[in-house]
T-cell receptor
Framework: GAGVSQSPSNKVTEKGKDVELRCDPISGHTALYWYRQRLGQGLEFLIYFQGNSAPDKSGLPSDRFSAERTGESVSTLTIQRTQQEDSAVYLC????????????FGPGTRLTVT | EDQVTQSPEALRLQEGESSSLNCSYTVSGLRGLFWYRQDPGKGPEFLFTLYSAGEEKEKERLKATLTKKESFLHITAPKPEDSATYLCAVYGGGADGLTFGKGTHLIIQP
């Protein structure tokens, strides 16, 4: 079946612009996660959605970052007033439900802020 | 705070030369330890989940083991197509997401 998809695959933006990244989870997966992978660093957890519960935003790097999810489908990660330190690969993962713990990742969006 | 340390950072082997990758972790209430494979420009690909000390899982030339403090990914008679970065992650009792190590970059030379 179809895996997790993300768009765009690459995004180059100027410092100060807003960007929106999209994630389509595996059909039927109720949990969705966003991670950031900076060059030479491990994956960093950002935010998690489960069903209709309000997400815990404490893992987001700053108030310029926000995320939304429509029901149990598409999620968007928005970065406002981008900075050069936001350059990274942003990865989305989904799991069947939180208890299964196994997360399946999309290909990522490579964001470059110039 | 959950922590994961992987070693070595990089490993170069000859085809057929078996070895092991290490993942040391500290976590409050381990709910799972995960191994992923990541190829350049791609997202991590799920390999194994281990839940309790003593557990072992195998897939082709890979075998993952778990103790209370570390996990090993054993690679037997590797082939060039096993070249990738191998990531270890833990899921702790107080976390919503996985805590990842920085990975081991494995190169298998023909």
């Amino acid at each position: 079946g179809a895996g997790v998809s993300q768009s765009p695959s690459n995004k180059v933006t100027e410092k100060g612009k807003d960007v929106e990244l999209r994630c389509d989870p595996i059909s039927g997966h109720t949990a969705l996660y966003w991670y950031r992978q900076r060059l030479g660093q491990g994956l960093e957890f950002l935010i998690y959605f489960q069903g209709n519960s309000a997400p815990d935003k404490s893992g987001l790097p700053s108030d310029r970052f926000s995320a939304e999810r429509t029901g149990e489908s598409v999620s968007t990660l928005t970065i406002q007033r981008t900075q050069q330190e936001d350059s990274a690969v942003y990865l989305c993962a989904s799991s069947l439900y939180r208890g299964s713990y196994e997360q399946y990742f999309g290909p990522g969006t490579r964001l470059t802020v110039t | 705070e959950d922590q994961v340390t992987q070693s070595p950072e990089a490993l170069r082997l000859q085809e057929g030369e078996s070895s092991s990758l290490n993942c040391s972790y500290t976590v409050s209430g381990l709910r799972g330890l995960f191994w992923y494979r990541q190829d350049p420009g791609k997202g991590p690909e799920f390999l194994f989940t281990l839940y309790s000390a003593g557990e072992e899982k195998e897939k082709e030339r890979l075998k993952a083991t778990l103790t209370k403090k570390e996990s090993f990914l054993h690679i037997t008679a590797p082939k060039p197509e096993d070249s990738a970065t191998y990531l270890c992650a833990v899921y702790g009792g107080g976390a919503d997401g996985l805590t990842f190590g920085k990975g081991t970059h494995l190169i298998i030379q023909p």
